[in-house]
């Protein structure tokens, strides 16, 4: 299991507090707590989870990892911290189960039951200037019903309600989410039934015991923040004006955080558990990141997982689960992929045709040529293959098509640029074209302002001789609860000022929006 380096990681955090008037002396403070991984913070009731064949009470402070299946009885609830300032809470007979656990692909099964989640907010990422960063900044978390995907990347609050038999209800009081393609907007739910999602109006009153218990949950997590300022070292304001440096492993703070790049083309830049590689005769393998494709490759994905490809430099391909593809060639002098099942989704952020490089995407039946910058889509039907051309323009039979069309065994006829399923919105979140002001590469943007983030926000904080933790912000006084109330008790205090990742522009984006009924 990839988690177990991380095993001793977890137990201190250990920070370098600089003088910053003298420079001239250094401090070592150590605090216990986390960054990294899973664990239940409070248990109320009978909770289990269950590792392998074992079956076990949940505690606070247990380290949990994936696979785990996490189980409440009647009148039972729990409380499990994740990314600092992110809290899961499970509400009475819920089973659901970890399918990851890593910070950037954090993944959940829920097969009955219902789950909470709290995204807490940093107020300086409100303003106008981060109008477009504050969606894109918090990292994915997805949770799988029996029929139904939620995404979540922002703060707000939001429950999931699923059965067994087949009809997942997501509620939002504050923030956005999507399910199965639907954007939902807060105050509002969502009920995915068969192949529908019908979204109505909410009353934000309306709330049962569950729902009281994760407020009152969300109201200490603050108050505990908050009386930490009694305590030292912050009572004698000795952390203030210092400098921190947090130790993290080399592998998981860099894993994944900066584009591949790469003289050739074909690198895995993202896959995750489920993605595949038949090489040759070796076979279908796992496909790791940093890979160099070949021709001939093939790839495949499994039930819910991705896997992006950094086809050139500012190009990009994604697969959507279940899907099969194959580089017929993979070289400096041409490229031809084909789509065998599944979809497939083709972003190019930058491309010179003039510079002769013949670039095929399609499907078995029908491919075209890419001829600039764009957006395409490839999807394997009953019918058929379909080309969509969002954005951009492609060469079928030698004849130039261009935005919004999509072609169908070699028919063309309009299109709709709007967002259609889960697949699209992953693909969106990874980050597609190019800032309108100043022609950055989107996806190399949202790499570094989440890298920025994590390293930037704070941990998970115990009190020597107590079994639970408290969010405790790296610098910022202004992460805030969506139930209320301010983490206002910092590592190092500082003046306010605004963080932000490469801002020679203001982040436009060319993105279409999926629209809200």
Request: aromatic share 8%; net charge neutral.
């Amino acid at each position: 299991m990839r988690y177990t380096r991380f095993d001793s990681l977890l137990l201190v955090i250990a920070f370098a507090l600089v003088n910053a008037a003298t420079f001239d002396a250094q401090q070592q403070q150590t605090f216990e707590g986390f960054a990294i991984g899973i664990r239940p913070n409070a248990v109320k009731g009978e909770v289990i989870y269950q590792r392998e064949d074992g079956k076990f009470d949940l505690e606070p402070g247990l380290k949990l990892q994936e696979g785990d299946f996490i189980k409440s009885r009647a009148n039972a609830y729990a409380e499990l911290l994740l990314h600092p300032g992110n809290y899961l809470r499970i509400a009475p007979e819920t089973d659901c189960q970890i399918l990851n656990d890593e910070h950037d692909r954090m993944r959940f099964k829920l097969n009955h039951g219902v789950m909470s989640f709290e995204i807490l907010s940093r107020e300086e990422e409100m303003l106008p200037s981060f109008a477009y960063s504050v969606r894109h900044a918090q990292e994915l978390i997805r949770v799988i019903t029996p029929n139904a995907t939620v995404f979540i990347t922002e703060p707000g609050i939001f429950r999931i309600n699923a059965t067994a038999a087949g009809r997942t209800e997501l509620i939002v009081r504050s923030g956005e989410a999507v399910v199965n393609g639907q954007r939902v907007k807060k105050k509002r739910s969502a009920v995915a039934s068969g192949s529908a999602v019908a979204v109505a109006e909410i009353d934000l009153k309306n709330q049962d015991s569950f729902d009281l218990w994760a407020r009152e949950r969300a109201v200490q997590s603050v108050r505990a923040n908050r009386m930490l300022r009694n305590e030292p070292p912050w009572a004698n304001k000795a952390m203030e004006g210092k400098e921190t440096k947090v130790e993290l492993p080399d592998d998981e703070a860099n894993r994944n955080l900066s584009g591949v790049v790469s003289v050739k083309p074909g690198v895995v830049n993202f896959a995750e558990e489920g993605v595949e590689l038949n090489h040759s005769a070796e076979g279908w393998q796992q496909l790791s990141e940093g890979v160099q494709l070949e021709t001939g490759d093939k790839l495949r994905t499994g039930e819910h997982s991705f896997v992006e490809i950094t086809v050139l430099p500012e190009m990009h391909l994604r697969l959507d689960e279940d899907s099969e593809l194959l580089f017929e060639q993979l070289a400096n002098e041409s490229i031809s992929m084909k789509l065998l099942r599944g979809s497939a989704i083709l972003d190019v952020a930058r491309f010179d045709s003039s510079q002769g490089l013949p670039l095929a995407f399609g499907g078995r039946a029908t491919s075209v040529l890419i001829a600039r910058e764009g957006n395409y889509r490839v999807d394997i039907t009953p019918k058929g293959n379909e080309i969509t051309v969002r954005e951009g323009k492609v060469i079928l039979n030698q004849q130039l098509v261009g935005s919004c069309h999509r072609i169908n065994d070699g028919k063309v006829s309009g299109c709709d640029k709007k967002r259609i399923d889960n697949f699209d919105f992953w693909s969106e979140y990874r980050g597609e074209g190019l800032f309108v002001e100043d022609t950055r590469p989107v996806l190399r943007h949202l790499m570094a302002l989440r890298r920025d983030r994590f390293r930037n926000t704070g941990f998970w904080y115990q009190n020597p001789g107590q079994t639970t933790y408290v969010f405790v912000p790296f610098t910022s006084p202004h992460f805030r609860s969506p139930y209320g109330g301010n983490y206002s008790t910092v590592l190092s205090p500082r003046p306010a000022t605004l963080r932000r990742v490469d801002m020679d522009a203001v982040p436009s984006v060319r993105l279409p929006r999926t629209q809200v009924p």
